[in-house]
């Protein structure tokens, strides 16, 4: 039977894992017991390590749910890998560089990885953005199954019907990751377009900064609809323009990972800081939102310096793709996301976000 490790306890690691521990519990396939990679953290004084395997709850990412009693967390990070047939990551995607060099050459021979990192790995100093799966592949020689969809951690936690999407050229890897995590209120879908679904899942924390633009400018749901539907085509134009040999799918983005993301992104109309669990579009939105606000003095730095909070990537997301678009003389063709860009940078009055798209090429 195949052993299953984590790495990662914040609130989508920690949720992932009920999960997973969950539908292991009674199978005739996966080991019945998952080993959680834990960074060295406190909580009053106590590890949370001992919290997670004395207490089984998770105190500083999603204090209000137990934790099955068959996940046993461990801060080793070379023995939770070592023993694991399949590798789940749940890390934020700034620290994934760091996290394989961590596990490099203390992986089974036939382990693969699945990759729950909804965003990109930024690379300015190369004036490009990489695939968390491609970073992977490359520093493992492992296959990568990528995870994404409208979720957050805590509604998943909750076992709120929820559906995603599972990006796997490997149908066999497609249809284990399947069997690992579906269950009567988590629903996935399997496309063979690993490339699209990742590229979605850091694409739209663009597009949810331009949504919280909106509510904090007080626009209509007319407005918004639109901006969301234009942000929509360049996210699809986009996937094309980073990685045009790589068969993205103009289907992949109809998916729980693209046109649903957005959907969250429609119902979500307020400034107040998300509760921790939330997901990274509820945060993007809210920074949108607060920058956008008449005589508001927010202060980027304020959002992103709780560490027991989700980070708000999507200004630096929007400054890189900025960057790439430059380089290529093509930000004409993006105005929504350089808009974006330009907002976060104050280089933009919100007042002007949408005169300057007004003649998108969508519409020309």
């Known amino acids: 039977m195949k052993r299953v490790s984590v790495l990662g306890c914040g609130a989508w690691g920690t949720a992932i894992s009920r999960v997973i ?16 990679y834990v960074h060295n953290e406190f909580h009053n004084d ?4 001992d919290w997670i395997n004395e207490n089984h709850i998770n105190p500083v990412y999603l204090p209000t749910l137990t934790i099955p009693s068959n996940v046993f967390a461990d801060n080793d990070i070379k023995k939770v890998v070592s023993d694991a047939d399949i590798i789940a990551v749940a890390y934020p995607c700034r620290y994934i560089k760091w996290l ?38 490359e520093q493992t020689g492992k296959r990568c199954v990528v995870v994404s969809g409208a979720t957050t951690a805590l509604e998943v936690a909750q ?3 929820t559906e995603v999407t599972i990006g796997s050229k490997s149908y066999d890897h497609g249809c284990e990751v399947k069997k690992l995590l579906q269950t009567d209120y988590l629903k996935l879908v399997i496309t063979q377009d690993d490339v699209g679904v990742e590229l979605c899942g850091g694409i739209k924390h663009i597009v949810a900064i331009a949504a919280g633009i909106c509510d904090g400018l007080k626009l209509g749901d007319n ?18 323009e980073l990685f045009p040999d790589r068969g993205t799918d103009w289907l992949t983005i109809e998916q729980s990972c693209g046109m649903a993301e957005l959907f969250m992104c429609m119902s979500h109309r307020t400034d107040d800081i998300p509760d921790i669990g939330s997901d990274l579009d509820l945060m993007n939105i809210t920074v949108g939102h607060k920058l956008s606000r ?9 959002l992103n310096k709780d560490p027991n909070r989700t980070f708000a990537d999507g200004v630096e997301y929007a400054k890189q793709i900025y960057r790439i678009l430059a380089a290529r003389h093509r930000t004409s ?12 940078q104050n280089e933009l009055k919100p007042q002007d976000f949408l005169h300057s798209f007004a003649s998108h090429p969508i519409h020309l």
């Not at 106590?46 to 390590?49: A, D, E, G, I, K």
Request: hydrophobic share 40%.
């Open 21 to 36: 521990a969950e539908n292991v519990v009674s199978s005739n396939e996966f080991c019945s017991e998952i080993t959680v």
């Open 46 to 49: 106590r590890s949370l390590v």
């Open 100 to 137: 394989v060099n961590q596990i490099n050459g203390h992986i089974k021979e036939n382990a693969y990885f699945i990759s729950f990192c909804k965003g990109l790995v930024l690379c300015p100093e190369e004036n490009q953005v990489k695939l968390v799966s491609d970073i992977i592949r």
């Open 159 to 161: 076992r709120q019907f």
């Open 223 to 240: 407005t918004k609809s639109a901006v969301l539907r234009i942000g929509f085509w360049e996210m699809s134009e986009l996937m094309k």
């Open 294 to 302: 008449p005589g508001s003095s927010f202060n980027l730095q304020s």
């Open 333 to 344: 063709h993006f105005p929504l996301f350089v808009s974006v860009h330009r907002i976060c």
